[in-house]
């Protein structure tokens, strides 16, 4: 008799999953997500990037324009637009904060002068134009330029104009028993109704300093002023609608902060040259 044998085959164990298994089919999709919401984002930040700086272009050109329109500016004269901050952003509530203009060279009384000025409020108006709260301007001289603003035709190669410190100088040479003998004169600009002045702070001859107290103490105040320069109307030089409010010697440049009258600027009287009281 043969016995039926009840033992039970064992089955072969389940291989275990391998780690990482399950969580790359789960995390998978996830990932994927995450991977286009980024790639969105790149081409989003990518598309505003390329929209800032097209409309920036467009926005400064335009100011531009309407800078050389209102100075009658020749089509040669580079004028330089900057503007603070997003255009975008600004754009959408049509204000511009800030606006930095710049224009080299530009001419300046019987010379030339670096203009940089600040544009602030600017917006466009129903007219398509632009229109702006204030403007402020800084004319700034180098050296060569304050020469021919101050000196003559005839005597710029005898004499130059050079700073130090807050004043002009104005260095030639004088020719005393056949030797060369430097003179430099100190000046302080200064201005008031339309002129342009300087007061004789010192004089240097040989490397001997005498200064504006020393020659009145022995000239006396009406020596001491037929020695000064004759004032200038610089405001003869400009439009009515700009009015200078200081003159000082910075950076090794004459510089002329001025404000213009938005108002009066608008209007043809505004445009033509002002006078000295």
Same mark, same amino acid.
């Given at each position: ?72 500016? #020749? $089509?040669? !004269?580079?004028?330089? @637009? =900057?503007?603070?901050? %997003?255009?975008?952003?600004? +754009? ?96 302080? #600009? $200064?201005? !008031?109704?339309?002129? @342009? =002045?300087?007061?004789? %702070?010192?004089?240097?001859? +040989?490397g001997t300093t005498v200064t504006a107290d020393d020659l009145r103490a022995r000239v006396g ?7 000064q320069m004759p004032p200038m109307c610089l405001a003869e030089s400009l439009p009515r609608a ?28 505004g445009r033509q040259a002002g006078a000295c009281t």
């Amino acid at each position: 008799m043969t016995l039926v044998d009840d033992s039970t085959d064992v089955l072969p164990p389940i291989a275990a999953p391998e780690p990482g298994e399950e969580q790359d089919e789960s995390s998978t999709p996830i990932g994927l997500i995450v991977l286009l919401v980024l790639t969105i984002l790149a081409f989003v930040a990518a598309a505003l990037l390329i929209a800032e700086a097209i409309t920036r272009a467009d926005v400064e050109r335009s100011i531009e324009d309407h800078v050389r329109d209102d100075l009658s500016l #020749p $089509a040669t !004269q580079h004028v330089g @637009v =900057s503007i603070e901050g %997003a255009v975008l952003l600004q +754009g959408i509530v049509n204000r511009y904060e800030t606006v930095r203009v710049s224009i080299p060279n530009a001419p300046f009384a019987r010379s030339t002068a670096d203009v940089t000025a600040t544009l602030t409020g600017v917006h466009g108006d129903e007219r398509d134009d632009w229109d702006m709260e204030r403007i402020s301007a800084v004319y700034s001289l180098g050296s060569a330029q304050a020469t021919a603003f101050y000196i003559p035709d005839d005597a710029r190669g005898k004499m130059q104009v050079g700073f130090r410190g807050a004043d002009m100088t104005l260095d030639a040479s004088l020719t005393s028993s056949g030797r060369s003998v430097p003179v430099g004169v100190a000046l302080t #600009p $200064a201005f !008031q109704s339309g002129w @342009v =002045s300087v007061a004789l %702070a010192s004089i240097t001859i +040989g490397g001997t300093t005498v200064t504006a107290d020393d020659l009145r103490a022995r000239v006396g105040d009406a020596g001491l002023a037929s020695l000064q320069m004759p004032p200038m109307c610089l405001a003869e030089s400009l439009p009515r609608a700009v009015s200078v409010r200081e003159v000082s010697v910075r950076d090794q440049h004459l510089r002329f902060g001025a404000d213009f009258d938005l108002e009066l600027l608008k209007t043809p009287e505004g445009r033509q040259a002002g006078a000295c009281t």
